[in-house]
């Protein structure tokens, strides 16, 4: 997800897949902007993009398609996630949603989750808040399987706030490869986004114009899907307005996987295509 290849890859890596959670809010009244997105900076010693910001996420793993868990999602079935992006051999589409929850629960604290019934989470309720935390602190000591986390809770993997955005694959020259997928997210009711440093070095809401011109100073480094996801999501008056866009949920950013071929070896990638957020 860096620069454009001018040269043919032998034997390439296979890309792996990934998701990531793009989680946007409204912005105070009175701001500069009308939306609020929430970055992390990956810990400098990360061996793929070390550093850089970016957005909550990371790999799919295996189970995180397996038929317990898929069974424990709600607000898109598997067949509807399968039209709208077609899913990979051990990871069928519906797993890149759960990475997203899964994800985002271990980098932000931020549990996307419902009832059987599709009652969301009320993080007013202490035993929630401390059932979330603990799910986490189990999560990441990898005492049991996702699904399994959830089911002690009896919680429901709660797809429906999320809209697909973008779809990004890393360059063919890369050592380290992934094909990502991200999703646009709103922040639920009475939760907020923690730094855990596991991963993370940072983690704090931007305006995502302001982000985008400290990306063009050089002032934050970023690979391309947070480049554009920022000035993208600048482009929007309000969060409402971003939403109806993504009513449809398809994702947005055509054709952007495509600049990892030639055909884009004198295309200037950095130059800026995003004039009106510059001044």
Request: aromatic content about 12%; some cysteine; overall charge neutral.
């Amino acid at each position: 997800m860096s620069a454009p290849q001018t040269s043919a890859v032998v034997n390439p890596v296979e890309p792996k897949p990934a998701a990531s959670v793009v989680l946007v809010r409204d912005a105070p009244p009175g701001a500069p902007e009308p939306i609020e997105v929430y970055m992390i900076r990956r810990n400098r010693g990360m061996k793929f993009l070390g550093g850089y910001y970016a957005f909550p996420g990371g790999k799919v793993d295996p189970a995180d398609g397996s038929s317990a868990v898929l069974a424990r999602c709600r607000g898109i079935e598997r067949a509807e996630a399968e039209t709208i992006f077609p899913g990979r051999p051990g990871a069928p589409a519906l797993a890149f949603w759960v990475t997203a929850v899964r994800e985002l629960l271990e980098e932000s604290g931020i549990m996307l989750a419902c009832d059987a019934a599709g009652q969301a989470l009320d993080p007013a309720s202490p035993r929630t808040r401390e059932a979330i935390e603990r799910c986490r602190k189990a999560l990441m000591a990898g005492e049991a399987p996702f699904a399994e986390l959830i089911a002690r809770e009896g919680w429901y993997c709660d797809l429906r706030p999320l809209r697909y955005l973008s779809h990004f694959i890393t360059p063919t020259a890369s050592p380290i490869r992934f094909t990502a997928r991200f999703f646009l997210g709103p922040v639920p009711a009475g939760q907020e986004p923690r730094l855990y440093t596991e991963e993370t070095s940072e983690g704090f809401w931007i305006f995502p114009g302001e982000g985008y011109r400290r990306f063009l100073s050089g002032e934050m480094k970023m690979a391309e899907p947070a480049e554009y996801g920022l000035a993208y999501l600048a482009q929007f008056a309000s969060l409402h307005d971003l939403w109806v866009a993504h009513d449809d949920r398809r994702h947005k950013f055509h054709g952007i996987v495509d600049r990892i071929h030639v055909f884009w070896e004198k295309f200037d990638w950095k130059q800026n295509r995003f004039p009106d957020l510059t001044s």
